[in-house]
């Protein structure tokens, strides 16, 4: 069945991170319908249970795909799809695209063999991260670290706020002082809010490191799994959807200007 033109994607985050897997998306599909939602009330996701992540994404996403009937849904947060991709794609109707590692093209590229994985909490603890590991990184030691104060610094730099270089580096002190970590030649961005501050992270870096992550795949992706589904004419303003209104939202609304959310609504 063909889908109307003006059909959205979904995209989905528990805050602004997402936009990193935006970007890539409307540089490859520039007229695509856009609706961008933010899981405010549920922020952060990094430092939940698995059960509260698998409880709550599903019924969410079902809620805003009966008010927004988008094409697709793209989970673009590493955390809500390590844990509930298969309870998502289950719940819902319309195609389903996840975010996970990309531990497989940093494998492909790594020279030294050691590949860092930066995520939430919750994210590098899971046995999604070790499987990947197995399948693409056998022969990799792959070390693993999450922050949460790495995406509270990335909600900041959207919001336009001075920020403490201190996290950047301790972030990947993390991975570097691990054994091994002085060998380390690639660093997997595995939480969407992390390519927003990749500046801070290089800038923070003792030595030059490769920072790798999966938005391009996932654009591509896209672009596959609507196959022949016509895209509109022009562009429109894309519309960001919070679930929790609260003073940062007015404070990020410049920020989301630059990614073509123009449109602010509430869930
Ligand atoms: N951006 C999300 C991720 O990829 C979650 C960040 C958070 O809410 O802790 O993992």
């Known amino acids: 069945m063909t889908v109307s033109p003006d059909a959205p994607l979904l995209f989905f985050d528990s805050g602004v991170g997402g936009l990193s897997i935006l970007r890539p998306a409307r540089a490859l599909i520039p007229t695509m319908p856009v609706i961008y939602a933010a899981d405010r009330a549920g922020y952060p996701y990094g430092t939940k249970s698995e059960a509260e992540i698998a409880a709550r994404v599903p019924a969410l996403l079902g809620r805003l795909v009966e008010r927004y009937r988008p094409r697709m849904a793209v989970i673009a947060c590493n955390t809500a799809s390590t844990i509930a991709l298969t309870g998502v794609r289950a719940a819902l109707d319309v195609p389903v695209v996840g975010t996970v590692p990309a531990i497989k093209p940093a494998a492909l590229q790594s020279v030294s063999r050691v590949i860092g994985v930066l995520g939430t909490n919750a994210t590098v603890r899971q046995p999604y991260v070790d499987r990947l590991a197995q399948e693409h990184g056998a022969d990799c030691i792959v070390l693993r670290h999450g922050s949460a104060a790495l995406v509270d610094l990335a909600e900041a730099k959207l919001r336009g706020e001075p920020l403490d270089p201190a996290i950047a580096r301790d972030a990947l002190a993390g991975l570097l002082d691990q054994p091994g970590g002085d060998r380390m030649d690639i660093v997997?961005?595995?939480?969407?809010?992390?390519?927003?501050?990749?500046?801070?992270?290089?800038?923070?870096?003792?030595?030059?490191?490769?920072?790798?992550?999966?938005?391009?795949?996932?654009?591509?992706?896209?672009?596959?799994?609507?196959?022949?589904?016509?895209?509109?004419?022009?562009?429109?303003?894309?519309?960001?959807?919070?679930?929790?209104?609260?003073?940062?939202?007015?404070?990020?609304?410049?920020?989301?200007?630059?990614?073509?959310?123009?449109?602010?609504?509430f869930l």
């Open 188 to 265: 997997v961005l595995a939480c969407t809010h992390f390519p927003l501050v990749e500046e801070e992270l290089k800038a923070a870096a003792p030595r030059p490191l490769a920072f790798l992550h999966g938005g391009d795949g996932i654009a591509r992706r896209i672009a596959h799994l609507n196959g022949d589904n016509p895209w509109p004419a022009t562009a429109t303003p894309g519309t960001a959807v919070f679930t929790k209104n609260d003073p940062d939202v007015a404070a990020l609304r410049p920020g989301l200007a630059q990614f073509g959310l123009e449109r602010i609504e």
